[in-house]
């Protein structure tokens, strides 16, 4: 019984080896592709419609500019509030039920594809912006959403950096679904 016990551990030990050298060799590597198709420029009228995946798109508007920028500050991020875009909250639902940026979607990476984020995914269209939020700082809760979305198809995401608080400091809309 114990040179069976012993065989089995030792080959469990014999795959993690094989499994952490594998790792070390060829890491994964992750990462966000940038924006291909931008929301509009700073500075330019907010209630423009947003252009349908349908309308042809000018040089101008495809060539690398500060727009592209995947990351967003308060300022960008307000501006895409008022245009009309989704905002996800990827936080943990206790602290969006708490308060969350007005008319935000609660969705994130350990809900996605399960039906609690059925709602969320039946307004979203891959072709329209979005923008997703966490607390910021450390906090990769939008990235890792990020990720998954652009996994599903999804091409013009947008993350605001600095999170809900900053959004909060500045005295932007924010809303409760808290009883």
């Not at 072709?127 to 652009?150: E, R, W």
Request: hydrophobic content about 45%.
């Amino acid at each position: 019984m114990i040179t069976l016990l012993c065989r089995i551990f030792a080959i469990i030990g014999l795959g993690v080896t094989i499994g952490a050298a594998d790792s070390w060799l060829r890491p994964a590597v992750i990462s966000l592709k940038p924006n291909a198709i931008p929301v509009p420029a700073r500075g330019t009228e907010t209630s423009a419609p947003i252009k349908s995946a349908e309308e042809p798109i000018s040089p101008r508007e495809t060539a690398p500019s500060e727009s592209d920028e995947m990351m967003i500050d308060a300022m960008r991020a307000k501006e895409m509030f008022d245009s009309g875009v989704v905002f996800l909250d990827a936080r943990i639902e206790s602290a969006y039920k708490e308060e969350h940026v007005a008319q935000a979607f609660w969705l994130n990476s350990k809900n996605f594809g399960t039906p609690a984020a059925a709602d969320a995914m039946k307004v979203l269209d891959a072709s329209q912006p979005v923008v997703i939020y966490c607390d910021g700082g450390d906090c990769d809760a939008s990235k890792n959403l990020a990720i998954l979305l652009q996994q599903a198809g999804f091409a013009r995401i947008y993350i605001f950096e600095a999170g809900f608080p900053d959004w909060k400091k500045h005295g932007f809309p924010v809303e409760s679904t808290k009883p």
